[in-house]
């Protein structure tokens, strides 16, 4: 139990369809994170959610769409997705304060394969 | 340049040997210096991590070094284990970003029996 839940684990999904990703964190944080892994870049920061107002997005194309709810709920809704956008996504969690060094605490993600 | 640069890319190393990974970043205004360790199937776990104020922060069998003056910093493993076996991430970030984590391309470790 890490402390930052994500579903599905696995995802399988046509470049038509519309599926969403979850992530729920215990820990009483107020930043909450998207991360794509690849073995193009292996860690890549998506979207940045501070006290559910998003503070950062990573040049990111449409198709990707966030949403944070409350700050222990965030999603990643997907649409027309591409074969290359097939990765590990990581979602995580941490107390955001103005200087640096807040242990930001993973999940353990989830595998998405566009087909 | 918010760039960190790690090498190597992956890691042989005999049980009971060093482990050593080193990482590069330009941006002198970095001032936190976290490893993050990942198993195959897990997310990212933070493993130890370092300001540069201190040149050396040892934890059990981690430790890393930290070079102010050459923008450089690295992790030692000793007496590695088959149990270190995972992909080791170095990360910076600044005190005006936050927790903005930059992270380096990461290093797989292999510690052979």
């Known amino acids: 139990e890490t402390g930052v839940t994500q579903t599905p684990r696995h995802l399988v999904m046509g470049m038509t369809n519309k599926k969403s990703l979850k992530c729920e964190q215990h820990?009483?944080?107020?930043?909450m994170y998207w991360y794509k892994q690849s073995a193009k870049k292996p860690l890549e920061l998506m979207f940045v959610?501070?006290?559910?107002?998003?503070?950062e997005n990573n040049s990111v194309p449409s198709r990707f769409s966030p949403e944070c709810p409350n700050s222990s709920h965030l999603f990643l809704h997907l649409h027309t997705l591409q074969p290359e956008d097939s990765a590990l996504y990581l979602c995580?969690?941490?107390?955001?304060?103005?200087?640096?060094?807040?242990?930001?605490?993973f999940g353990e993600g989830s595998w998405l394969t566009v087909v | 340049q918010q760039q960190v640069k790690q090498s190597p890319q992956s890691l042989i190393v005999q049980k009971g040997g060093i482990s050593i990974i080193n990482c590069a970043y330009e941006n002198t205004a970095f001032d936190y210096f976290p490893w993050y360790q990942q198993f195959p199937g897990k997310g990212p776990a933070l493993l130890i991590a370092i300001r540069p104020d201190v040149s050396e922060k040892k934890e059990g069998r981690f430790t890393i070094s930290f070079n102010k003056s050459a923008k450089q910093f690295s992790l030692h493993i000793m007496d590695s284990q088959p149990g270190d076996s995972a992909t080791y991430f170095c990360a910076a970030s600044m005190n005006n970003a936050g927790n903005m984590l930059t992270f380096g391309g990461g290093t797989r470790l292999m510690v052979k029996p």
């Open positions: 820990l009483g944080h107020n930043a």
């Open positions: 959610y501070n006290f559910k107002e998003q503070t």
């Open positions: 995580a969690s941490s107390q955001r304060g103005a200087s640096s060094g807040n242990t930001i605490y």
